[in-house]
């Protein structure tokens, strides 16, 4: 899985895909004929590489596959097992259970501490579909330099909004429109459709959860309300020198661990500590729903299904078949 050929590495920068999350909202296309679920991450939105596959070779653009990272569980293993064989295998954090995101990070980050402390972190969820590439790529770059030259901001990337969306969380900047990282004013999540209108008219941005910054700066976060499970977890991860003869497993402290979201716990109580960096069109989309996965499916070109193709090159589940599924069945019901 080479990275393309106009890749140039941001030094130090080490790129986390996070991809063990559940896809609850997804489900009703995420559910085999036969009712099994698959995760959205080890899906394709058409016939090719499944949503995590183009997810690490986005990481490519930025960092080398030795420092390039994923963070699954462990009950997804059937589907992460082939994907991730491409990474080193010190590279792939598996977490006992899912804990919500927040948990999910820490994790990552504190095994990357233990290797790297003064590392650049670039982190990427597995569940987008960008059109443009080549221009996505760019900013990638742009963030992760940007906090490569710093050591404790933390920036985020904001996609200018393209339309009015209440399924999406959006970003409100110091400073509209700005070409150059501003400050973070507040988070707002999925607000309601008079909401959005004053949103999109005070320059807000939509929430791309792409985040850049040192391992420490990342780490500091959690020092203000979650100090504990970061106690907890550092002595986990810490190998035999940090472990006291009480001191839990990293299963043990999964079990106590509550469900915690990194951008509504973490980031919004501590906007004012954030920047955000804008991004041009590059016609980024967040496949959270089935009606923006539909979105999307509708806006790709005709793709031919690829029957000679090598079973690692392909995703488990395609989408569009899954759509195309759920719509015969569905017309299939209605009264003739």
Not at 108 to 135: G, K, Q, S
Not at 224 to 246: C, D, E, F, I, N
Not at 300 to 310: G, T, Y
Request: positive net charge.
């Amino acid at each position: 899985m080479p990275p393309p050929s106009h890749t140039v590495w941001v030094d130090g920068t080490w790129a986390l895909v996070l991809a063990g999350g559940e896809g609850s909202r997804l489900h009703p296309l995420t559910t085999t004929a036969s009712g099994i679920v698959v995760p959205k991450q080890f899906c394709s939105l058409g016939y090719g590489p499944s949503l995590l596959t183009q997810s690490l070779i986005r990481a490519g653009t930025v960092a080398p596959i030795i420092q390039t990272c994923a963070v699954v569980v462990t009950q997804h293993k059937w589907w992460w097992d082939q994907p991730l064989r491409s990474l080193p295998q010190e590279n792939v954090f598996v977490q006992p259970a899912n804990r919500g995101t927040a948990h999910a990070v820490l994790l990552a980050l504190l095994r990357l501490e233990a290797r790297d402390p003064r590392a650049n972190v670039l982190m990427l969820p597995a569940d987008h579909y960008i059109r443009h590439e080549f221009l996505f790529a760019r900013s990638l770059r742009e963030v992760a330099e940007l906090s490569a030259r710093t050591d404790d901001a933390i920036f985020l990337l904001g996609a200018d909004p393209e339309r009015a969306d209440t399924e999406l969380g959006y970003i409100l900047p110091a400073i509209q429109r700005s070409k150059k990282p501003t400050r973070v004013v507040s988070f707002v999540e999925r607000p309601d459709s008079s909401r959005v209108g004053e949103l999109l008219k005070a320059g807000a941005l939509w929430n791309m959860f792409i985040i850049a910054g040192s391992v420490q700066a990342l780490l500091a976060l959690y020092e203000r309300s979650h100090q504990s499970s970061l106690t907890l977890m550092r002595a986990a991860v810490g190998g035999k020198k940090s472990r006291g003869p009480h001191t839990p497993s990293l299963a043990d402290v999964y079990q106590e661990l509550a469900t915690v979201d990194f951008s509504r716990d973490l980031l919004a109580p501590q906007a004012p500590k954030l920047q955000v960096l804008s991004v041009s069109s590059s016609g980024w989309n967040d496949l959270g729903t089935p009606k923006r996965v539909i979105e999307t499916l509708r806006t790709l070109p005709a793709e031919p299904k690829r029957i000679d193709a090598p079973p690692h090159s392909s995703a488990i589940l395609s989408l569009a078949d899954q759509y195309g599924r759920l719509a015969r069945e569905k017309s299939s019901t209605l009264p003739s």
